[in-house]
């Protein structure tokens, strides 16, 4: 299955489509080469989140750029020749606006904007900037064959608590329906201010802050032509506890 042209420079932006290249089953199973260059990623949205090959970091796409954050500390925006062998991307307008005024963690977080969404079936981006209390996220190091199974390489994650900083978080909420394909449920990521701190978002608390959704109508999905892919038991196993294990499952502060 071949990606679509993208959308070509200065064109208009479209609304409520986003692009996805593989499916969290392919992570789950250890496909961890990127097939998709940033510079490809970049035509087809301006805002979302990813890893790069063998897990080298963690992406945020905000604005327009392309961050990579690693473990190792280093920080800056992705090189555009850079793969991805999960990613996705969407151009982001921020339909639904919302304020918040309260302190509130992740979860209460996931629950407010559960309750202001129209319905639960649709895909979702979703933009938090603001200032946090507390930020936990967790990077992955990179990755070498024989690749292990993402739950098995969690283990080695490495977990950091940021405090006291502006940032945002950038993510989706995908519907129950698409397990699988997508996490269904939320995931997010999170990039400070500096551009210089973040990775996955286990875990945060929200002083005060903007939230902005976009309704996602259309996904494109880009599979791989990859030996890997095409051997993998995609769908084998408990698919949901383990996403669930993976991306909601980190330490708590």
Known sequence: MTAPEGNPPGAPRPRGRIFQTSTMTAM?????E??????????????????????????????????????DGSAGEADPSTRTPLAAVT?????????????????GLRALIDGWLPSPNHFYAVRVDGHFDHVV??????????????????????????TGLRGTV?????????????????????????????????????????????????LVLHLP???DFGRARLGRGDVAGEIEAVLQGGPKP
């Open 28 to 32: 789950l199973e250890g496909v961890y």
């Open 34 to 71: 990127g097939t998709t260059t940033i510079a490809e990623l970049r035509r087809h949205g301006d805002f979302g989140i990813g890893t790069f090959d063998r897990l080298d970091g963690e992406m945020i796409v905000l604005d327009g750029r392309c961050y990579r954050l690693r473990v």
């Open 91 to 107: 151009y982001f307008h921020g339909e639904h606006d919302w304020r918040t005024r309260e302190p509130v963690d992740a979860a």
């Open 137 to 162: 996220t967790r990077m992955l190091p990179e990755q070498h064959r024989p690749y292990p199974r993402l739950i098995d390489a969690v283990a080695a994650q490495v977990v950091s608590t940021h």
């Open 170 to 218: 950038v993510g989706f909420r995908s519907p129950a329906h698409m397990l699988g394909v997508a996490a269904a449920g939320y995931h997010l990521h999170f990039l400070s201010g500096c551009r210089t701190r973040g990775g996955h978002a286990y875990d945060f608390v929200l002083r005060s802050g903007r939230v902005r959704v976009d309704v996602g109508y259309e």
């Open 225 to 227: 032509r990859t030996a």
